[in-house]
């Protein structure tokens, strides 16, 4: 770049000071997003103590995550993220990252997906029990935390098989989102030296003990008992590298058994919380999709095969991760001096990208705030840089069709059997902690739809007066 281009690009480098850390402290959504309309799209914060840049444009997005990814490590922010999956292939880098990431690869084959169909769908038809349960009692249900406890319940069953009860599972629900929520505190307080102690620290041990307790107790029994049953676990105990013939340590399994709940649980439930929440506000995007599961699956549980099929469903999913991102913030460092849209950047400073932010850029997104499933129409292109809810580049998430598939299964299922209603009063925001969650509980009521083949839902009224019902309590 010439000086004068140069210059040009500074005198147009609009940074924050210290003073923008109670903004960002208060409301870090509002403050990525004014960041943008107000100092465009590539923004530095000086806290002093770090240098952050803040990037929104998916040019500069693909940049730094895919063109030239390795000057662009985890960082500093990672460290917390460490405590809880510890070297696991989300955090992990360099060489051993990628011996993992080719070892990792085989879980998530497509037959292995297709095997853990009836894995997935067989969790679901428990929740939906206890959804009959609640529905006649007329009991809200705290849709949050269902799509919490199912998604765990999948995870679990996928990763150890039918080894661990229910009350167990709900136990590491419990404990794993507490974690999240004491990590967040580490997360954003990166700068400061570890042997600080903040509050919550010890409780952080005290939770992250009693998870590695199932864990590892999962990890000996299997390696004591071996069995050909097909679940994650026994596959990572199983994968050998090529080169070397090595199996993973028991830590090397915990990490990633640690990587996959983080991955496969926590993002997914999240996502499901908000589809809840956007179908009850946009009552004909529901009945769009009633249509669909009424035509593809008649009442039946879906197989693998229907899952392509789930056009609809798969566009609702895919315009909410849009709107709600549950990796609201993609953090990096850089490696060694660089250039970001023609400004440079020193090594060392910490780069933050934030979905929510690029998924709600003018430039790509008409009308960006509001739902609407049709931008994910088949036959219709999205840029791909500007949509970014797994990541990009060589470390794209590496669970995303799974992901994509359970949640399309838990969308099938539940949708086909209920209607759900959310309980009058409720006010919405979103919240980082460091997932992108609902910031208080969502309380919706069950309304049966149709008398299932399989008997999970039982029809108190017809179809139109249930509608009726939903409607009136969508205007309450």
């Known amino acids: 770049m010439s000086n004068s281009n140069q210059a040009q690009a500074t005198a147009t480098w609009k940074a924050y000071g210290v003073g923008a850390v109670p903004s960002l402290a208060k409301n870090p959504l509002d403050f990525f997003l004014n960041s943008q309309r107000e100092r465009g799209d590539l923004v530095p914060l000086n806290l002093g103590v770090a240098q952050l840049l803040l990037v929104h444009h998916p040019d500069h997005v693909r940049y730094v995550l895919q063109d030239n990814w390795r000057n662009f490590s985890k960082g500093s922010m990672w460290i917390a993220i460490r405590k809880l999956v510890g070297n696991g292939l989300l955090a992990s880098e360099g060489d051993y990252w990628l011996r993992q990431r080719r070892l990792m690869q ?3 084959h497509r037959q292995q997906l297709a095997d853990l169909t009836t894995t997935i769908t067989d969790s679901i038809d428990l929740m939906l029990k206890d959804w009959k349960t609640a529905s006649e009692a007329r009991q809200p249900v705290e849709m949050a935390h269902a ?3 199912v998604t765990m319940q999948i995870i679990v069953r996928a990763m150890f098989g039918t080894g661990i009860d229910r009350d167990e599972t709900r136990a590491m629900v419990d404990a794993f989102t507490k974690a999240l929520r004491l990590m967040n505190v580490r997360m954003w307080t990166f700068f ?8 919550g620290d010890g409780e952080f041990r005290a939770v992250m003990e009693q998870i590695d307790r199932v864990v590892y107790r999962f990890i000996a029994d299997r390696r004591a008992n071996p069995s050909p049953s097909g679940d994650l676990l026994g596959m990572l105990l199983d994968m050998q590298d090529q080169d070397t013939g090595e199996r993973m340590t028991d830590q090397q399994v915990r990490d990633e058994v ?5 991955a ?9 919380a908000w589809v809840w929440y956007l179908l009850w ?3 004909e995007v529901e009945r769009r999709l009633h249509r669909e599961l009424d035509e593809v699956l008649g009442g039946r549980v879906p197989t693998f095969a229907d899952v392509p099929r789930l056009t609809y469903s798969r566009m609702i999913i895919e315009e909410t991760m849009r709107l709600y991102p549950p990796a609201w913030l993609i953090p990096r460092t850089v490696v060694a001096d660089d250039t970001i849209g023609g400004h440079p950047v020193k090594a060392g400073t910490t780069v933050l990208i934030s979905p929510y932010v690029v998924h709600r850029h003018p430039d790509f997104w008409d009308d960006a705030e509001r739902f609407d499933p049709e931008r994910f129409h088949p036959e219709r292109a999205i840029p791909r840089q500007a949509y970014v809810p797994f990541g990009e580049g060589p470390r794209l998430c590496i669970g995303n069709n799974f992901a994509i598939m359970e949640m399309q299964l838990i969308l099938a299922m539940a949708a086909q059997a209920y209607h759900t209603s959310l309980k009058p009063g409720i006010q919405i925001q979103p919240t980082t902690m460091p997932v992108l969650r609902p910031n208080q509980d969502l309380l919706m009521t069950l309304y049966p739809r149709t008398a299932s083949a399989s008997g999970r839902a039982w029809m108190l ?9 939903v409607d009136r309590d969508r205007k309450a």
């Open 106 to 108: 085989l879980a998530f």
């Open 264 to 272: 496969g649980h926590e993002t997914s439930a999240t996502v499901m």
């Open 281 to 283: 506000q946009h009552p």
């Open 147 to 149: 799509m919490s406890e």
């Open 192 to 199: 400061l030296p570890d042997f600080i102690p903040l509050p």
């Open 461 to 469: 009224q017809s179809e139109e007066e249930t509608v009726a019902v």
């Open 258 to 262: 640690f990587t996959v709940f983080m």
